[in-house]
């Protein structure tokens, strides 16, 4: 695989230093290689090949009125199950994991390149065994569930036979943890959970869901928070309402977003996972992944708008020429082209850096953590650059653009979503400034280190020195 880089980088602080890309001195030189592995590649015109024939009819099937989630589906599985097989016989199921869980471990790099391929399909994340947020949910499981739980709740999510959930978000509080309510106590063998969650998606078809409960409300909410198993029919668990995306996408049979209410739900002790306290640590570890993820997916879908425009704009022809031939619309080509190209390189210069993370942290998992950065500006990208793109895809297909016979104005309703879910755009933000910032020190003084006047003040002393020592020496 290629895409090594020379040891300058610009590291987690944001700014030039010699590093392997995760604030660790290296000194030793790399060449740059962004080449793929034939092997690799191969697999990659495979996937191709398998999307356009078999995965992406899918979408045009069931035009949104099943759910890939939805296992009890008997149509959509035995549509399914096939090509899932197939994919496990390519060796290319369920590759955001290691080979110890059943995955192939490929690292985030090859990662990203199948994710473009696949983010041309909603039903591909499944058909590959790694759709979110059961990729997440069963990474989890694996570091911290009991041997019980494997067997009940990670071997068939990790097999595709069920679907789990994620549940964070509270009614009153999403980006901001501070304000979750929502508690654990412990009596006796049991937790008993009190309190509401909001925007739990795919509750409707999920078998369980990992949820976010305050353990500990003596400490901050990010020290006294922990993860916790809970079945989907478990006693007390109430569905308030299911909530769908509006502008036409998902108000259909799909999972939805759940409001749930947990009236005094009791689960066993052992369904903690992970040490009390550790929730966010644990979060970090599944967002860090399902964030870039999204990304490496959203690269995909942007170059399928780019694909549209430019077909349309070498078809259509307007006032006796075609758009193609038009500047403005050259100017939107190639706006485009440039912005996507620049997303990709930080798409994947960004999985890279979490493929390095595994070598020098030891962790098979990558340290999110030291990335962060990285991957909170990918998030910040997405959106921008899907509605950008996308709505110059939609655009120069006028009327038809603006239809329900094309694509686009279905994907461009969808680009927010992208700078909301996971986190607001805003929060990412403050993370990359705060990183960045770090790099950097206050500067003693009243004039910036930068002050022309001063450097020029400085510069003429140094000058005039060396030119006196030049002439004693002459
Ligand atoms: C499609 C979708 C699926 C989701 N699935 C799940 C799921 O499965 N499980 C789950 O737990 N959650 C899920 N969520 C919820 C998601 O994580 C939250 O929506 C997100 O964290 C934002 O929280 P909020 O909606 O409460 O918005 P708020 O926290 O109320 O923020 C609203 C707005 O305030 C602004 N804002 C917030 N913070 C700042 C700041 N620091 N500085 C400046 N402005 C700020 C931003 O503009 C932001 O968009 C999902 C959301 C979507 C859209």
Known sequence: MGWRTEPTVVSDAGRDRSTDGCGEETGSAMPIDFEI????????????????????????????????FDKGNELAQSLVRPLQRQVQEQELWACHIGPELGGRGYGQVKLALMNELLGRSSWAPSVFGCQAPDSGNAEILAHYGTDEQKAKYLQPLLDGEISSTYSMTEPQAGSDPNYFTCQARRDGDEWVITGEKWFASNYSLAEFLIVMVITN???????????????????????????????GRGGGDDGGHAYLRFNDVRVPADNLLGDEGSGFKIAQTRLGGGRVHHGMRSVGMAQRALDMMCERVLSRETKGSLL???????????????????????????????????????????DYAKVRQHIAGVKVATPKVLIDIVYRALHVHGSLGVSNEMP???????????????????????????????????????????????????????????????????
Request: charged share 25%; aromatic share 8%.
């Open 217 to 247: 409300a003596d400490v901050p909410v990010y020290k006294g928070s922990s993860m916790m198993l809970v079945p989907s029919d478990a006693d007390g668990l109430e569905l308030v309402r299911n909530v769908h995306l509006g502008g």
């Open 324 to 366: 193609a031939d038009k500047q403005a619309i050259q100017h939107w080509v190639a706006d485009s082209w440039i912005q996507l190209q620049q997303f990709r390189l930080q798409v994947l210069y960004t999985a890279w850096l979490i493929d390095q993370t595994k070598r020098s942290s030891g962790d098979p998992r990558g």
């Open 37 to 68: 592995e034939p092997e690799f590649q191969e697999k990659l015109d495979w996937i191709d090949e398998f999307m356009k024939a078999e995965v992406e009819p899918l979408d045009l099937y069931f035009r949104g009125e099943v759910s890939p």
């Open 408 to 474: 686009l104005i279905g994907m461009w309703t969808g680009a927010p979503v992208m700078g909301i879910a996971d986190g607001p755009t805003e929060v990412h933000k403050d993370t990359i400034a705060k990183t960045v910032l770090k790099g950097y020190e206050p500067h003693d003084g009243l004039w910036p280190t930068a002050h022309i006047p001063t450097r020029v003040e400085a510069a003429r002393a140094h000058i005039e020195a060396r030119l006196e020592h030049e002439i004693a020496n002459l």
